[in-house]
């Protein structure tokens, strides 16, 4: 059975790029447009991985990162920021918020993949 | 020796015009912004879309060569060239992705100016009504506290208009970004 992948970002043709990249590889994939979005998708079906962006309107990565880590079901479901940003000050607050890893967009689709594999298996 | 009076009315109207051009242009830089803004939108839809046809016709057409090369004997040197054709379509795929994230980082780019122009146009709409607190009757000290008011509050106004408009877009190329695992 394949494994799903949560994708959390604003920009619609970004989704479109990652759901394209990890459904190639094998991956099932659930959209969401934000973050309350993606926390209300996440409710519905306990993933595999959630790749979230972090600055989106009504509900930034942080904060969805914070709300999963609190529902018992994602303590231990690796979350992986996708995002423009890169200062040490925001990668920071990503881990103290509950993040496993950090990836600066733009993406290359396949070292997203090898860090999905890394981090779940195929 | 009498004193020379001070233009408050040519100061009040120099601030008035200064206010009323400068919001006038930056309207018109706000309207070119949402204009690049939607283009850009279209865009990526219409690049999206055909690169994801594109890309599924080429994997068509290449299962049907799998099954070609499958059941027919082929010579080694176009079995070979067949096989960097696909490692090369696979690449170039790669890097299509990579390059079709530009929209994501240009919108954001793009909102923040769009929210930078906003915000000048309040500090102008500010400078105006500032203008308009002082009057001619008023003394030389009096005038003077009210200009330096008005410095203090652009100042304050542009501090927060700053404060507000954090850089989340460093990216100065489309090459690929670092990925680090905590």
């Given at each position: 059975m394949s494994k799903t992948i949560l994708a959390v970002d604003d920009s619609g043709s970004l989704r479109q790029m990652v759901a394209f990249s990890l459904k190639a590889a094998g991956y099932d994939v659930v959209q969401a447009v934000d973050g309350q979005d993606g926390l209300n998708k996440a409710k519905e079906k306990t993933v595999d991985l959630v790749l979230t962006d972090q600055?989106?309107?009504?509900?930034d990565g942080l904060t969805l990162i914070k709300n999963l880590r609190e529902l018992g079901s994602y303590s231990k479901v690796p979350i992986l920021m996708l995002t423009t940003e890169s200062s040490d000050e925001m990668k920071a607050k990503g881990k103290a918020a509950g993040a496993n890893g950090w990836l600066v967009k733009p993406f290359d689709p396949k070292r997203l993949i090898e860090v999905v594999q890394k981090v779940i298996g195929q | 020796m009498g004193m020379k009076t001070l233009p408050i009315t040519e100061l009040r109207s120099l601030l008035s015009a200064v206010s009323d051009n400068g919001k006038q242009h930056l309207i018109e830089v706000e309207a070119d912004l949402m204009q690049t803004t939607f283009l850009l939108s279209e865009a990526i839809e219409k690049l999206g879309a055909s690169f994801m046809a594109i890309h599924q016709a080429v994997s068509e057409q290449q299962a049907e060569l799998d099954i070609l090369m499958k059941h027919h004997e082929f010579p080694a040197e176009e079995t070979e060239k067949l096989t960097a054709y696909k490692q090369n379509i696979g690449a170039e795929v790669n890097a299509a992705v990579t390059g079709l994230q530009f929209q994501d980082l240009t919108s954001q780019l793009i909102a923040r100016t769009i929210k930078r122009v906003n915000g000048l146009k309040d500090l102008l709409e500010t400078l105006a009504a500032h203008g308009d607190e002082?009057?001619?009757?008023?003394?030389h000290d009096e005038i003077a506290r009210f200009l330096a008011a008005m410095n203090h509050s652009l100042n304050a106004r542009s501090d927060a208009l700053t404060g507000g408009l954090r850089r989340s877009v460093d990216q100065q190329d489309m090459g690929s970004g670092d990925i680090e695992l905590f």
């Open positions: 600055n989106m309107p009504i509900m | 002082i009057e001619p009757e008023h003394e």
